[in-house]
């Protein structure tokens, strides 16, 4: 340390004062510091992070014999020796994670602690300042971590270390003790794309009725597995633009999904890479046999998770159904022009019999906006539709006992009936 930052923390000292210097005697280096509200930087120096033995010199040199132990202002929280213990804590806690160079510190008193601090406070007569107990924590401990693990704090870290101080350890107390004030938090990692579903026998989620399993496996869990392995998250949250039943593909480019990974042990930077990513799709088409495939995999954040939930309802989406029709169809043209002359077509749904046990009965208005139709042969084909989000498109073609008025049959004269049906697109603006 050169004589620059001697001078002025002598003039800065001298410029501020203090009328009663005698509590001084029962704190630490740091906190009589913290009394004279001296700031982090002194002529370029971080003063509160220098050892204490740096420190003692110039409270000696105003007359104050600082104490080294039980301090009455942090009741040792700033002592060199608690911050070295929770240093070497936070470094062996640090082994298990994948992190960049960035971290930012977060710190909570617990009431036990507080309560003792504000004790301790009453007995001394001494009063905070404005350089409060956890802002010179943070200086302290942060240009520690700095220096010594060679990372860089930054508000926006997606590493926090966050340390909670539930009572005051003793000075002699073992580090398990301090283990548990140290917490490694890891911003959500959010990884979106769009899955192409092969199979129709394949749920979205797990298809568990009464704790029994009625479809093996699920789009999500193959989607997901090879995640929460590699990246040891603790939980992951699998979000879809809508589903489509069990045995209805997901075909052409694929559904819009997001995950959102909790806990993971690593930082978004570790999967933002072409790699991981196709590591991921490869997987994911391993696990399933090929009936899911990924495309469009990329990091995403917050706002593609907000955007995908507000787009749900928004969307519209392009079908494809294979339809039986009772009557014998000869004029493919003249249907087709008949059907497309009524577009935009306005259909009622009662809430499906299919699905009201889980929920409930209501009347919905929604909009057909395209619809082609092409014969296979005189009784069968191919049905196009591009409809609003929230159709039943299985309804509208077999009309659900009268539930969805108008519907492909009251339309055509006849009965029809549906065998097939996939999702061909989702439309969904930025996205992808
Ligand atoms: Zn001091
Ligand atoms: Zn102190």
């Not at 009431?111 to 010179?136: A, G, H, I």
């Not at 520690?144 to 009572?167: C, N, Y």
């Not at 580090?175 to 959500?188: G, H, N, Q, R």
Request: contains cysteine.
């Amino acid at each position: 340390m050169d004589d620059s930052v001697l001078l002025a923390l002598r003039n800065y000292f001298q410029k501020v004062g203090l009328e009663n210097r005698g509590p001084l005697g029962s704190c630490c280096c740091r906190c009589c510091f913290r009394l004279f509200a001296v700031p982090c930087r002194v002529a370029g120096y971080e003063i509160y992070s220098l050892p204490e033995n740096c420190l003692r010199p110039f409270c000696v040199a105003i007359n104050v014999e600082p104490c080294a132990e039980n301090c009455k202002l942090c009741l040792g929280l700033l002592s060199d020796q608690f911050l070295s213990k929770l240093f070497r804590v936070v470094q062996v806690k640090l082994q298990n994670y994948k992190v960049e160079d960035t971290f930012r510190i977060s710190v909570a008193f617990w009431e036990k602690y507080r309560s003792s601090l504000q004790n301790s406070l009453d007995e001394t007569q001494l009063e905070e300042t404005e350089v409060d107990l956890k802002k010179c924590f943070k200086w302290t401990f942060g240009n520690w971590l700095e220096t010594q693990l060679h990372m860089k704090f930054a508000v926006d870290s997606d590493l926090e270390i966050r340390i909670q101080v539930k009572e005051m350890p003793l000075v002699d107390s073992n580090l398990s003790l301090i283990e548990d004030m140290v917490f490694i938090v890891l911003a959500p990692i959010y990884l979106q794309g769009r899955y192409i579903k092969l199979s129709r026998r394949l749920s979205q989620s797990p298809w568990i009725v009464d704790n029994i399993r009625l479809a093996p496996d699920s789009i999500e869990e193959c989607v997901y597995e090879y995640l929460l392995h590699q990246l040891g998250a603790r939980e992951c949250r699998f979000t879809a633009g809508g589903r489509e039943d069990v045995d209805v593909r997901m075909l052409g480019s694929g559904r819009p999904f997001i995950i959102e990974l909790l806990e993971a042990k690593c930082t978004r930077s570790y999967v933002s890479n072409e790699t991981f990513l196709r590591d991921w799709e490869r997987q994911v088409f391993l696990r399933s046999n090929g009936q899911v495939q990924l495309q469009e995999t990329k990091v995403s954040d917050a706002f593609g998770y907000a955007s995908l939930k507000e787009s749900e309802m928004t969307k519209r989406k392009t079908y494809r159904c294979i339809v039986y029709i009772s009557k014998s169809v000869k004029d493919e043209t003249g249907v087709a022009e008949y059907l497309g002359s009524l577009i935009p077509l306005t259909i009622e749904q009662y809430t499906p019999l299919r699905v009201l046990h889980r929920r409930s009965l209501a009347k919905r208005k929604r909009v057909i906006h395209e619809i082609r139709l092409k014969l296979l042969n005189s009784h069968f084909a191919i049905l196009d539709l591009v409809t609003d989000a929230g159709t039943y498109v299985k309804e509208f073609v077999h009309g659900d006992l009268g539930r969805t008025t108008p519907y492909l049959g009251s339309l055509l004269g006849c009965e029809t009936d549906i065998l097939q049906l996939d999702v061909l697109h989702v439309h969904i603006s930025d996205w992808g």
